[in-house]
């Protein structure tokens, strides 16, 4: 089984040693939906949630994910998913939501 750690952020996140064996992708193996490279800013080692979706590059299939994530701080009088609201999707069917709670 391949472990795939994968770090996302809205905002900076402190970066942590890895698992041992894992594989740690960094904006050089995403690509955007149509192909071109990942045009998400990387601040500190750490990639940034931009504009559009970004899929990798290679596929993988039976693997172990871990994210890390930091939401923006909500605006005042936000509410449901006017709040800070992203999510992941996994193998381009399931989607984890992340959500200001």
């Given at each position: 089984m391949k472990t795939l750690t994968l770090i996302l952020s809205v905002l900076v996140l402190?970066?942590?040693?890895?698992?041992?064996?894992?594989?740690?992708l960094d904006a050089s193996q995403f690509v955007h939906e149509d192909g071109k490279p990942c045009s998400w800013?990387?601040?500190?080692?750490?990639?940034?949630?931009?504009?559009?979706?970004?899929?990798?590059?290679e596929k993988y299939?039976?693997?172990?994910?871990h994210v890390e994530f930091n939401l923006a701080e909500s605006p005042e009088g936000a509410k449901d998913q006017g709040r800070s609201n992203s999510g992941v999707y996994i193998q381009r069917r399931y989607e984890v939501q992340i959500l200001d709670s």
């Open positions: 402190g970066q942590e040693k890895a698992p041992e064996g894992a594989t740690v800013p990387v601040t500190d080692g750490v990639l940034e949630v931009g504009k559009g979706s970004v899929i990798t590059k299939q039976d693997f172990q994910m």
